[in-house]
């Protein structure tokens, strides 16, 4: 069973620097095919993509957000992380990791997401 | 404002069949795959389709997709209260070498 799961705080100051970690269970970052990406979605609002890490390595981030944004993994945890600078109270949302299968760009495995309110 | 656009709702009643549809650019829908995602209240989203119309093992038949030029469309026949959701297109944009959403569509089932 493939299972993804996203850590970090809930409540981060304005400016501060947010750090989310998704941790991958039932496969491993190394198989072939295999990336996650973030997503997050405001209170109400809809789903905003964030940033993908393929199998491949390639990095790519929402062009509005790139300035503020990095994504890495750790492959000995079986886990990627991700960044994101200079916060503010509209960054408030559930944020959410997936799994991102070979060389598409659809998510099939989605993490519970987590809640991040930035306050001011 | 998102690249794709969706219908803000939609709603029909139980057995019915509803469409849901997307509308994108060439540089968007017009040359990659498209995408569906699922969103159940207060849930996290779930993959419904991929690359047009193929559905992931579990997905009942149901649920269909298409894609026509700069456009696509998700249909659900016999609608049952449970596939009351937020509704999500989404494609690669190679113009922006970005992921991209739909604004989302809210289907009631009356």
């Known amino acids: 069973q493939i299972t993804l799961k996203e850590s970090g705080p809930t409540l981060v100051k304005a400016t501060q620097t947010l750090t989310l970690t998704c941790t991958l269970s039932?496969?491993?970052?190394?198989?072939?095919?295999?990336?996650v990406g973030w997503i997050r979605q405001p209170p109400g609002k809809a789903l905003e993509w964030l940033t993908v890490?393929?199998?491949?390595?390639?990095?790519h981030y929402s062009p509005s957000l790139k300035s503020r944004l990095t994504i890495s993994k750790d492959t000995s945890k079986n886990r990627v992380v991700l960044t994101m600078t200079n916060l503010d109270p509209v960054d408030t949302a559930t944020y959410y990791c997936?799994?991102?299968?070979?060389?598409?760009?659809?998510?099939?495995?989605w993490g519970q997401g987590t809640l991040v309110t930035v306050s001011s | 404002q998102s690249v794709l656009t969706q219908p803000p709702s939609v709603s029909a009643a139980p057995g019915q069949k509803v469409t849901i549809s997307c509308s994108g650019s060439?540089?968007?829908?017009?040359?990659?795959?498209v995408f569906w995602y699922q969103q159940l209240p207060g849930l996290a989203p779930k993959f419904l389709i991929y690359?047009?119309?193929k559905r992931p093992s579990g997905i009942p038949d149901r649920f269909s997709g298409s894609k026509s030029g700069t456009s696509a469309t998700l249909a659900i026949t016999g609608l049952q209260t449970g596939d009351e959701a937020d509704y999500y297109c989404?494609?690669?944009?190679?113009?922006?070498?970005?992921?991209?959403f739909g604004g989302g569509t809210k289907l009631t089932v009356l």
């Open positions: 989404a494609t690669w944009d190679t113009s922006l070498g970005a992921v991209t």
């Open positions: 039932g496969i491993s970052l190394n198989t072939t095919g295999v990336g």
């Open positions: 690359d047009n119309e």
């Open positions: 997936a799994r991102l299968w070979g060389k598409s760009y659809y998510f099939d495995y």
């Open positions: 890490l393929s199998w491949n390595d390639d990095k």
């Open positions: 060439n540089s968007n829908i017009g040359r990659n795959f």
